[in-house]
């Protein structure tokens, strides 16, 4: 009875699920293609190769080139993208010493109170404040943007596929519209305040391009191009999305050790144990 | 309950003892998965994913529990908490990726062991009890982690609760209101998000001792075998301790070698990069997917697109609930008095080449944007899938002629050999 | 006890080293096990210490230059109160004419003072009997007896070096490290170089 039931309720699911395929093929086949072609499908690019001293599972980070990259965000990317969930104080693992480091954090002017009269003002920062925000709220930078609000960039070198190296693409990917784009896709020129970049998911940008060559100066007198830049500034975001990232990967050659050689013991003792009970062939 | 000739508890020191007097705790065990349990001599590495899924459940139940402490399952600072953990707290952020991979491979080795199930035919009788229990804990699991992927409280959290509870708002007269419901509000917020939290932190508790009752339940026939022959004398079984303690022991070293590669590794390989980007219910992901171990049920939501009787929608979801509640009818279904595939010809190839390719596509078409090929791939895995539970099965058992069983598990064991024996000596390794 | 074989062919078990080395085996995996398990605990037990933010604001600095003598401020350090206090001259005569053998925790007001500031009394604001909170660093509180500090809750009295002199506190107010960064400035959780 329940497989005469059975069967009559798998015919009903496989002819509703086979109706609806067909209905599908036949949109295909009366189109002429499977998905329609969009600009965003043809020109959109994976991020470029780029190294990092901390790729890989031995790597490490290059303290020389965190302290570049937190250069350059703070003197050109802090304009506009906050930091909110790293810590001024963090810059200790950059390398700076504990003196350096409150310097440095005085450096940022943070939201604060009057210890008078109670009124909001700012005051420099401390090593337990954290990176404070270009904007009071979502609604001023918005606003201050022509309404596309500057994502938070603490995590964005794991917010995204490839993360680092789409920060890297992104910074030094901005060009040209190609010609063949618009001649394939009138529709999808670049609209008036957007700039186009293959690397964009949508392939155009609201953020201008943001470094042009020495824009900053480097203190350890690396050439500061656009290329270094984006790279420093990459790896920099990449600290902030995980500071344990090395740590994490110290640790699991630990524990894969540890795991190997125990695993090596669990199956020695396991042979040993069942030993006396594999068969055999007797040997009269 | 056991075989008259499992081994008896016998405790010599005098607190062994007194215990077993007054607690027999230690008896219980020592009968559950110590010496006093005879398990059939021919299990093969297939039977390592009932303890590692009891493994798997303790390791999220630990890692859980030690995350809560610092977790703050609030929508204005969930999100925060949860760097607070990956940033400051000692050791966080290995708690949270042990906790986080550990429910992917909790799925990985539940769906082995599910596989193994299936293709053994270890849920026909007399164990339909343990597979019954079996599909309510799956069921438990499969709340659990979605509720569990909702407290971090980023973009696909948000966007995940919002479809998920959405199925319900599919459901003729009583869904919209029942959504609402669900969610304490129009859509996912501060009230969800707290409740998500209180049951997710209680389902792995019911799942515990739903977990009891499934090795109770074995317990009664005694586990199955890869020959499906049942134990017919004392030749045929071995004490579960030491032999697959051991066994199991092994087998636990090498999940633990692979899941600590991904969590050291590639912690986030496994999930998706949107749930770095805190919830924002005014931005969608530009295409919203669950966790991977749901796209297969994912896929089967999404193959119904064409309203038939019934709106398409609501055929989506019902069969998406309905691809795992067959799953309750198998002992049932498939009546052939064989259970393991290796005698059933027909059955075998099905599985093979129907079943297994049918969730390769469901799996890999789940997790892929809603556009074709996909949609169609999807379609015709999912006609696989009902018909093969609902269809094929029910009538394999009176089409197919099983191939001859052996004897006894002894004799699969030996072999044709007639000269061998099963082993050097009689003396048992304890 | 069963056998566990069937085999028909009972053969002495390997005696001597042969059981020695197989008992080596399974005592080097369990152990091995045993340590990987215990490991396991480090990250489970030092999760529950004080994360880095707790840490980073361990201690307080404070700028005294406003504190005028007689007067005293509460600050907060490791999230307790925290009392700093500007002696007067009257004050600190009162605090050494007491014998320090008569006190219940004997201590000068010298050893509870740095070198060159012993008109500045840094004490945590927290009775050392029960954990309360004591009145008398604000203007207009009860500063007890002696003329310190009072603790409401069972009546503890200090007097002005923060000892206490009457009342079920065991001890004297709880003077925490700190040192003088400069003349107007000290740092409240830090050890004085």
Redesign the interface.
């Known amino acids: 009875m329940i497989r005469l039931i059975g069967i009559l309720v798998g015919l009903a699911f496989t002819f509703t699920v086979v109706w609806a395929f067909g209905w599908g093929a036949a949109a295909v086949i009366g189109q002429g293609y499977l998905v329609e072609e969009t600009a965003e499908h043809e020109f959109h690019e994976h991020p470029k190769d780029v190294n990092f001293a901390h790729d890989g599972a031995f790597g490490k980070w290059d303290l020389q080139q965190l302290q570049r990259g937190y250069q350059v965000y703070k003197e050109t990317c802090s304009a506009c993208h906050s930091l909110d969930y790293v810590a001024l104080r963090d810059l200790a693992q950059l390398g700076y010493s504990e003196a350096e480091v409150k310097a440095e954090a005085a450096n940022w002017t943070v939201p604060g109170i009057d210890p008078n009269t109670g009124e909001a003002t700012t005051r420099p920062g401390t090593p337990t404040d954290y990176f404070p925000s270009p904007y009071p709220n979502d609604i001023a930078a918005a606003a201050a943007n022509n309404n596309a609000i500057p994502p938070d960039l603490s995590l964005m070198a794991k917010a995204r596929h490839d993360g680092s190296a789409y920060i890297y693409s992104l910074l030094t990917g901005y060009q040209e519209q190609p010609a063949e784009l618009l001649r394939r896709f009138p529709d999808a020129e670049t609209g008036v305040g957007l700039y186009y970049n293959p690397y964009f998911p949508n392939l155009n940008l609201a953020m201008p391009p943001p470094l042009s060559d020495g824009q900053v100066t480097y203190a350890d007198g690396t050439q500061a191009s656009v290329d270094q830049m984006a790279k420093d500034v990459a790896a920099f975001l990449t600290w902030t999305a995980e500071p344990t990232l090395v740590k994490r990967k110290q640790t699991g050659w630990a524990v894969l050790g540890f795991l190997i050689f125990a695993t090596v013991l669990a199956w020695l003792a396991k042979k040993q144990v069942w030993a006396p009970i594999t068969p055999v062939r007797r040997k009269d | 309950m056991s075989f008259p000739w499992a081994n008896q508890y016998q405790p010599k020191a005098p607190l062994m003892r007194y215990l077993d007097e007054k607690l027999p705790l230690p008896r219980l065990v020592y009968n559950a998965v110590g010496a006093g349990y005879p398990v059939p001599r021919n299990l093969n590495y297939w039977w390592n994913f009932g303890v590692l899924a009891g493994f798997a459940l303790t390791l999220q139940l630990i890692t859980g529990i030690v995350l809560a402490m610092h977790y703050a399952p609030n929508a204005t600072v969930a999100f925060g908490s949860v760097e607070h953990i990956m940033r400051d707290v000692n050791w966080g952020w290995a708690l949270r990726y042990a906790h986080a991979n550990g429910a992917s491979f909790f799925f990985v080795v539940v769906y082995l062991h599910i596989f193994r199930g299936l293709f053994y035919g270890s849920y026909k009788a007399p164990r339909e009890m343990v597979w019954l229990i079996g599909v309510v804990i799956f069921l438990l699991l499969m709340a659990t982690a979605f509720m569990g992927y909702v407290l971090p409280w980023g973009q696909m959290s948000f966007w995940g609760a919002k479809v998920i509870t959405g199925l319900f708002g599919a459901i003729p007269l009583v869904g919209e209101p029942l959504q609402v419901w669900l969610l304490g509000g129009y859509a996912p917020d501060n009230a969800a998000l707290n409740r998500f939290f209180s049951l997710h932190y209680l389902l792995p508790f019911v799942i515990v001792g739903c977990v009891i009752l499934h090795i109770w339940a074995l317990h009664i026939p005694g586990s199955s075998n890869p020959t499906g022959v049942e134990v017919k004398s004392e030749s045929d079984t071995v004490p579960f301790h030491p032999y697959y303690t051991a066994k199991d022991g092994f087998g636990l070293g090498v999940f633990l070698i692979i899941y600590c590669v991904i969590t050291f590794f590639q912690p986030n390989a496994l999930g998706h990069p949107d749930n770095y980007i805190p919830a924002n219910p005014l931005a969608t992901p530009a295409h919203i997917v669950p966790e991977w171990y749901f796209w297969p049920f994912y896929a089967i939501l999404r193959a119904f697109t064409v309203d038939l009787i019934l709106p398409a929608k609501l055929w989506g979801v019902i069969a998406m609930f309905a691809s795992i509640l067959v799953w309750f009818f198998l002992p049932w279904l498939d009546k052939s008095p064989v259970r393991s595939g290796h005698y059933r010809p027909m059955f075998r190839k099905f599985f093979w080449f129907g079943l297994i390719p049918a969730m390769v596509v469901l799996f890999w078409a789940g997790g892929a944007p809603a556009e074709e090929p996909y949609v169609m791939l999807s379609q015709i895995a999912t006609a696989y899938y009902f018909l093969h539970f609902l269809v094929i099965l029910p009538m394999l058992s009176w089409l197919e002629r099983p191939e001859p069983l052996p004897f006894s598990i002894t004799e699969a064991v030996l072999g044709e050999d007639k000269k061998a024996v099963l082993g050097e000596n009689t003396t048992p390794a304890t | 006890?069963?056998?566990?074989?069937?085999?028909?062919?009972?053969?002495?078990?390997a005696a001597g080293e042969g059981v020695r080395r197989?008992d080596f085996?399974?005592i080097?995996?369990?152990s091995?096990?045993g340590?990987?398990g215990a490991?396991t605990l480090?990250?489970?037990i030092?999760?529950?210490?004080p994360?880095?933010?707790?840490l980073?604001?361990s201690t307080t600095e404070l700028d005294i230059s406003a504190i005028e003598p007689g007067m005293a401020i509460k600050a907060v350090f490791r999230k307790q109160p925290v009392f700093v206090r500007n002696l007067t001259a009257a004050e600190i005569q009162a605090a050494e004419a007491v014998p320090t053998g008569s006190l219940r925790d004997p201590q000068s007001l010298a050893e509870r003072t740095k070198e060159g500031h012993g008109n500045i009394l840094v004490t945590m604001g927290v009775c050392t009997h029960l954990g309360c909170v004591p009145l008398g660093a604000a203007e207009g509180e009860n500063k007890g007896e002696f003329g310190g500090y009072f603790c409401p809750c069972h009546g503890s009295h200090y007097d002005t070096a923060g000892r206490i002199r009457k009342g079920p506190a065991p001890t004297n107010l709880e003077v925490p490290d700190y040192a003088f960064t400069s003349d107007t400035t000290i740092v409240i959780g830090q050890e004085s170089a």
Request: no cysteine; aromatic share 0%.
């Open positions: 006890m069963a056998t566990t074989t069937g085999s028909a062919q009972p053969e002495a078990t197989r085996i399974n080097a995996a369990v091995a096990a340590i990987g490991a480090i990250p489970l030092s999760q529950m210490a994360s880095k933010d707790v980073a604001e």
